[in-house]
């Protein structure tokens, strides 16, 4: 009895210590660890931020959505007097509950009712309804119909939706069904946009029932910020089609519009053929990413304008300088040609520029070394990204002066060699409507935080990159282009003066490693003395026309007209200059500043 006593003794000692220190010195973790153990937590989802353009047209939106769920097992009791399913009344009460909800969800009775029938406790009816639509359904009262949150909870889920549909949709983005940003500005400003994630903890029974009186704490969600773009929604909408219109016209392969204030650099449109519906992105074939931003190309004759105002900025030439055009021109390993044939012609500056000369073009950029030539066309922004940050951005190609080859000193110069994106090209014509100064593109024009507060982002800093009367003498002589005797008459629009180079060139294919195909191009602003917009036009392989002047010269005027109207810039009632495009022969040969072939410079 003495070594039991002692025995209960002890074991009851222990116990009595281990309740101590579970009661007494370990009671504040003990009592976590169980409470975290019936602890439930749900995630109240916040709203995306809302991004709209600068007149206010919402182009993506975050809108709330409901989950509606049924429990079958308690449908069967809907309008009957039995508060139990029974085989008499089951089929009635769900065909009732089903011609109810029917119109509601958007289904047909025969397609509800399977949803309605059975023992499962949990299906599915919709997962997107709005709340709108929930509202009617709750009213209706029918047994065993809810939305989808734990008890006590007030959680939806969120829907991204995009009013325009494709007409912005590679430039705005979109967002994945789990959330995440899939590109565009919804990549861009991604931060800005995203909400904080509230949630919702309350304590619950063994069987899964809330602890009333444990109460509860909920910490609300907080919605992301809004971001405005510098983007004009009617343009973008009206270059969208215009694109589309002429690359299915000429069965293009693709293309893009770009449209962009002349002075401050902000992007009014941004155009990307072929398009998708964001608001259905699992149809979305071939790439999502916008083209002006992604895709680079040799520009052709758009890039005969740099060469020209390098070799004026260098006083080299002047707009009146008589050039030599022989019928072809070797240098290196390759004989150069125009456009068209043809016998010895004599034009001015101006003149090659406005009849495209390639020739022509090379015999210019002779008057420059390598690195100069280089350094100017740095200077209007290649080789380099806009500045934008825009996802997948390309910085084009320019490979540096001294690794050019013979052959590619001379096709640089009109075009050929180089590779830019569209948002590049359109940069250069915007610095010669400037006045000569560089500002690169602006895309978002500011953001709005949940308290409201308005960010605009910094204007874009201007860089001088040739003096004001060369831009000047350039923008005259850019309107040859657009005369009748240029390449482009396509351009023209009553009332403006228009000023625009055109650009057919070879272009690559990366898919069979050789050129296939071209490219064709019209880039150009308005009103010409006193430049407002700027707008280039790219198509990729069209067939039916290949030409700048033909194809894209047509869109350029439809979308400048329009941008002109609905941006309510008036004619400046000037009249354009007259330009002098040719030279006499004479003249030309017994000028000492005539440009013309020199042999010394064919090469080996």
């Known amino acids: 009895m003495r070594t039991l006593l002692t025995v209960v003794t002890f074991v009851l000692t222990i116990f009595a210590a281990q309740l101590i220190r579970i009661q007494g010195f370990d009671a504040s973790s003990v009592a976590a660890e169980a409470r975290a153990q019936r602890t439930a937590v749900v995630a109240i989802p916040s709203l995306r931020g809302t991004i709209r353009s600068s007149d206010g047209v919402v182009l993506a939106s975050s809108q709330e959505r409901i989950t509606v769920v049924a429990d079958p097992t308690s449908v069967c009791t809907y309008q009957t007097r039995k508060n139990v399913c029974e085989e008499a009344t089951t089929d009635a009460a769900v065909t009732k509950a089903a011609q109810a909800l029917a119109p509601l969800l958007g289904q047909s009775v025969d397609q509800l009712k399977p949803s309605l029938t059975g023992t499962s406790r949990y299906r599915i009816l919709e997962r997107q309804a709005t709340p709108l639509t929930w509202r009617k359904i709750a009213d209706l009262r029918i047994p065993g119909i809810y939305k989808d949150v734990r008890p006590g909870t007030d959680v939806s889920v969120p829907q991204r939706t995009y009013p325009t549909g494709p007409a912005a949709a590679s430039l705005v983005g979109f967002v994945t069904n789990d959330g995440k940003a899939g590109g565009g500005v919804e990549l861009l400003e991604n931060k800005t946009l995203t909400g904080t994630v509230g949630q919702l903890e309350y304590e619950t029974s063994a069987n899964g029932e809330i602890i009333p009186s444990a109460g509860q704490t909920r910490t609300e969600a907080v919605n992301g910020g809004d971001v405005t773009l510098t ?133 210019v950029s002779e008057t420059l070394e390598p690195a100069k030539l280089e350094e100017y066309f740095r200077k209007f922004g290649l080789g380099e990204k806009s500045g934008t940050g825009f996802p997948g951005e390309s910085a084009g190609l320019l490979t540096p002066s001294k690794d050019w080859s013979g052959t590619q000193r001379a096709t640089v110069a009109f075009g050929q060699g180089l590779s830019v994106t569209a948002i590049q090209a359109a940069g250069v014509f915007q610095t010669v409507a400037n006045g000569g100064v560089r500002v690169p593109p602006r895309l978002v024009e500011a953001t709005t935080d949940t308290k409201g507060r308005t960010t605009p982002t910094p204007a874009s800093k201007g860089t001088r990159v040739v003096d004001a009367s060369v831009a000047a003498q350039l923008s005259e002589m850019l309107e040859g282009v657009v005369s009748p005797n240029g390449t482009a008459p396509e351009a023209q629009i009553a009332g403006y003066r228009v000023a625009g180079k055109t650009g057919t060139a070879d272009r690559y294919d990366p898919a069979v490693g050789a050129y296939s195909g071209k490219t064709a191009s019209f880039i150009g602003y308005a009103p010409a003395d006193d430049p407002q917009v700027v707008v280039a036009v790219i198509l990729q392989r069209p067939i039916k026309g290949y030409f700048g002047g033909l194809v894209a010269a047509p869109v350029f005027r439809d979308v400048m007209t329009y941008a002109l109207q609905d941006l309510k810039i008036p004619p400046t009632g000037t009249a354009a200059p007259n330009l002098v495009l040719d030279v006499d022969p004479g003249v030309a040969e017994a000028d000492p500043t005539t440009l013309r072939n020199d042999p010394s410079r064919r090469g080996g």
């Not at 004759?301 to 060469?307: F, G, I, Q, V």
């Not at 002047?318 to 004599?346: G, K």
Request: aromatic content about 6%; glycine content about 6%; proline content about 8%.
């Open 231 to 363: 983007i004009n929604s009617g343009l973008q909408w009206y270059a969208q089609n215009a694109l589309a219109q002429k690359i299915q016209e000429t069965d293009a392969l693709s293309g893009t519009v770009v449209a962009l204030n002349a002075k401050t650099g902000d992007l009014l449109a941004v155009a990307s053929y072929p398009t998708y519906d964001p608001n259905d992105i699992g149809s979305a074939r071939g790439t999502l990413t916008n083209k002006a931003f992604g895709e680079v190309f040799e520009p052709g004759s758009t890039a005969k304008l740099m060469t020209i105002a390098a070799a004026l900025e260098e006083k080299k030439v002047q707009p009146s300088t008589p050039v030599i055009i022989p019928p072809t021109l070797p240098r290196y390993d390759q004989v150069f040609n125009d456009s068209h044939p043809h016998p010895t012609e004599y034009r001015t500056v101006t003149g090659v520029l406005a009849e495209s000369s390639n020739i022509g073009t090379v015999l």
